[in-house]
T-cell receptor, first 115, second 111 residues
Framework: DSGVTQTPKHLITATGQRVTLRCSPRSGDLSVYWYQQSLDQGLQFLIQYYNGEERAKGNILERFSAQQFPDLHSELNLSSLELGDSALYFC??????????????FGEGSRLTVL | TQLLEQSPQFLSIQEGENLTVYCNSSSVFSSLQWYRQEPGEGPVLLVTVVTGGEVKKLKRLTFQFGDARKDSSLHITAAQPGDTGLYLCAGAWGSQGNLIFGKGTKLSVKP
């Protein structure tokens, strides 16, 4: 158990819909990261928050948005869903935000299926 | 854009064999990590290497960081079925706050 909690574990929805994925980081971790994992693209970095503020942005689509709340939990919002958005979405947390010794602890992921 | 290339993509071996998987980049890492991911779970950190030429051992796993800090290898001795999984390397560059992952090596160890 990494200490990172993600909900829901599985989600099936239709194209055009909107979903929200939730992440609670490990106790004491200030940074939250979102990654998308698909078979052909591997683990793709989407976005990072540190103590409520956006710190780094990766390959995140404009249809996707995220935020980190004062209690440090984070939500990833995916809208106007397309078939190609079907993937595993992972949240990870770390104590710090940057530097050579960054170590991530991953949740078990949310599997999104868009039909 | 920094890229991490891992090889081989797939590896299927018998229990007791040795194996090495590789992680390469054209850029210099400030640090590199290896993770293992099992089906239905998130990646789990195995090791972090920071210094060029560094070698770290974790039981039957040996991790090496290249002298120029552009590549790394993971060697498993006497592989066991419990070693089966997706091995991912992840690199950090400079002061970047995020890790970039390779696509992984999918290892299957048959009894």
């Amino acid at each position: 158990d990494s200490g990172v909690t993600q909900t829901p574990k599985h989600l099936i929805t239709a194209t055009g819909q909107r979903v929200t994925l939730r992440c609670s980081p490990r106790s004491g971790d200030l940074s939250v990261y979102w990654y998308q994992q698909s078979l052909d693209q591997g683990l793709q970095f989407l976005i990072q928050y540190y103590n409520g503020e956006e710190r780094a942005k990766g390959n995140i689509l404009e249809r996707f948005s995220a935020q980190q709340f004062p209690d440090l939990h984070s939500e990833l919002n995916l809208s106007s869903l397309e078939l190609g958005d079907s993937a595993l979405y992972f949240c990870a947390s770390s104590v710090g935000a940057r530097g050579g010794r960054l170590e991530l602890f991953f949740g078990e992921g949310s599997r999104l299926t868009v039909l | 854009t920094q890229l991490l290339e891992q090889s081989p993509q797939f590896l299927s071996i018998q229990e007791g064999e040795n194996l090495t998987v590789y992680c390469n980049s054209s850029s210099v890492f400030s640090s590199l990590q290896w993770y293992r991911q099992e089906p239905g779970e998130g990646p789990v950190l195995l090791v972090t290497v920071v210094t060029g030429g560094e070698v770290k051992k974790l039981k039957r796993l040996t991790f090496q960081f290249g002298d120029a800090r552009k590549d790394s290898s993971l060697h498993i001795t006497a592989a066991q079925p419990g070693d089966t999984g997706l091995y991912l390397c992840a690199g950090a560059w400079g002061s970047q706050g995020n890790l970039i992952f390779g696509k992984g090596t999918k290892l299957s160890v048959k009894p």
